[in-house]
């Protein structure tokens, strides 16, 4: 069964400071893995990886995948505190529509 | 572009009634998929549509569930003879042709009473 798991679950830290969230997945067939940032309503587009070892990068925000690793990292720097949210990883399968998902990183950050 | 629209927002409703969401997706785009995210859990695929036909559908998609996409533009996701393991946040999003992407809605929540 595919599956993807993030972690932490749950992340606090003071506004200004670094995080990193990461992300592992076993699928069956990979085509790309895409972050998604949900507050109280739709989740956002963040990014979307295909190719391993490129870093996509917008803003104070940055991802990368390293497929021999299984793997993704979400990196913010220099945290604002409206980056308090729940962060969603979710692999699209190959041969399939549907995104699995990870069960989120929930971020929160304190002034 | 307006994004993907949900209604209603909220809903609450009596163990054993039915009840039916809509959700309209961004002009143009012919896929549309249906997910439902419990408290403290990532979203779960339910069903997928492309145009008007439903290509895929979850084993977690009951028969008490059922999903339509008549004019291949908006669709509707029905849930009969509610239980109270059906509340959930119910998301619905879409994606261009050709595309991987997938713009969600803000969905509807569901609380079964």
């Known amino acids: 069964e595919d599956k993807v798991v993030q972690s932490p679950l749950s992340l606090v830290v003071h506004e200004g400071d670094t995080v990193t969230l990461n992300c592992s997945y076993e699928?069956?067939?990979?085509?790309?893995l895409l972050w998604y940032k949900q507050e109280k309503k739709a989740p956002t587009f963040l990014f979307m990886l295909?190719?391993?070892?490129i870093e996509k990068k917008s803003g104070r925000l940055s991802s990368i995948l390293d497929k021999k690793e299984l793997s993704s990292i979400l990196n913010i720097t220099a945290t604002q505190t409206g980056d308090s949210a729940i962060y969603l990883c979710?692999?699209?399968?190959?041969?399939?529509?549907?995104?699995?998902f990870g069960q989120g990183t929930r971020l929160t950050i304190n002034p | 572009d307006t994004g993907v629209s949900q209604n209603p927002r909220h809903k609450i409703t009596k163990r054993g009634q039915n009840v039916t969401f809509r959700c309209d997706p961004i002009?143009?785009?012919?896929?549309l998929y249906w997910y439902r995210q419990t408290l403290g859990q990532g979203p779960e695929f339910l069903t997928y549509f492309q145009n008007e036909a439903q290509l895929e559908k979850s084993r977690l998609l009951s028969d008490r569930f059922s999903a339509e996409r008549p004019k291949g533009s908006f669709s509707t996701l029905e849930i009969q003879r509610t239980e109270q393991g059906d509340s959930a946040m119910y998301l619905c999003?879409?994606?261009?042709?050709?595309?991987?992407?997938?713009?969600f809605g803000a969905g509807t929540r569901l609380s079964v009473l």
């Open positions: 999003a879409s994606s261009p042709r050709g595309g991987n992407i997938q713009y």
């Open positions: 002009s143009e785009h012919n896929r």
């Open positions: 699928v069956t067939n990979f085509r790309s």
């Open positions: 295909t190719s391993s070892g």
């Open positions: 979710a692999v699209l399968v190959q041969g399939a529509q549907k995104l699995v």
